[in-house]
């Protein structure tokens, strides 16, 4: 068993606009779309073995999806753990940048496992904006009381 869990979940912007023939068009277009999230996250080498749980992939309103999964690895402090999540993440990032995806927003719940339960560690924590970059100015950050 890892030491730490975090359940993620990333908002991605699908590179639609709210044009009329793009709405139609969009309905067509969900089961690639979803092809090249999965691929993305798949063939993603950074996330080999640290990915415990299924990928969810949801369509939201304004031509965005949301996908939440499970992060578990072996770490020394819950910092540690947050950085190599998002390391993995901008992998990912990149590979969906490249097909006109564009990240907006990412959520973490973060768990340590210790004695043989679960317990809450530092439960909602944010990405630093020291960590992404450029990112910053597209980044939402999400809190507890928000989900």
């Not at 068009?25 to 749980?53: C, R, V």
């Not at 910092?79 to 959520?107: D, H, P, T, W």
Request: charged residues 30%; proline residues 1%; negative net charge.
């Amino acid at each position: 068993m890892k030491d730490y869990t975090v359940n993620t979940a990333i908002t991605f912007h699908t590179g639609f606009d709210d044009r009329e023939c793009n709405r139609l068009m969009y309905e067509g277009m969900k089961e690639k779309i979803k092809n090249d999230i999965q691929t993305a996250f798949l063939n993603e080498e950074s996330l080999n073995g640290y990915i415990t749980s299924d990928l969810t992939l949801r369509f939201l309103d304004g031509y965005k999806v949301r996908v939440e999964y499970e992060f578990s690895c072996y770490d020394e402090n819950e910092q540690e753990a947050e950085g190599f999540c998002n390391y993995c993440i901008k992998g990912v990032q990149s590979r969906l940048e490249e097909l006109g995806y564009r990240m907006e927003c990412i959520s973490s719940k973060q768990r340590r496992w210790i004695r043989g339960s679960w317990m809450k560690w530092n439960p909602w924590y944010s990405v630093r904006e020291k960590s992404w970059g450029n990112l910053t100015d597209r980044l939402c950050l999400v809190s507890a009381e928000s989900r």
